[in-house]
């Protein structure tokens, strides 16, 4: 089993940053990729980003390519994901997941969510 915690979450004004990590234990194994998902009232939950804890392979969503990052700490199983230049759509539950294949289609691990709130 493999947990995952997240932190970081809160409230921002429009334009300002924040930077969300999350914290994977359990029975891991090297390929595996982590990241982020996000789920705002009433909509779908949308991809924000995946990076490969082996490689360091990054991919994005479309909405916030440029502004979001993700970096990887493999020493302790952590990533973040620093998220500049923040919108109020960005406002969201955002999910942290993990997929031990790797491809991230359907990440097998979900942390609990963590509420970020932009105001305009």
């Known amino acids: 089993q493999v947990q995952l915690v997240e932190t970081g979450g809160g409230m921002v004004q429009a334009g300002g940053s924040l930077r969300l990590s999350c914290a994977a234990s359990g029975r891991l194994v090297s390929t595996y990729t982590m990241g982020w998902f996000r789920q705002a009232p009433g909509k779908e939950r949308e991809f924000v980003g995946v990076?490969?804890?082996?490689?360091?392979?990054?991919h994005y969503g479309a909405s916030v390519k440029g502004r979001f990052t993700i970096a990887r700490d493999n020493a302790n199983d952590t990533i973040f994901l620093q998220m500049n230049s923040l919108k109020p759509e960005d406002t969201a539950v955002y999910y942290c997941?993990?997929?031990?294949?790797?491809?991230?289609?359907?990440?097998?691990?979900w942390g609990r969510g963590t509420q970020v709130t932009v105001s305009s």
């Open positions: 997941a993990l997929d031990p294949t790797g491809s991230f289609r359907y990440p097998t691990y």
């Open positions: 990076i490969g804890m082996n490689n360091g392979t990054e």
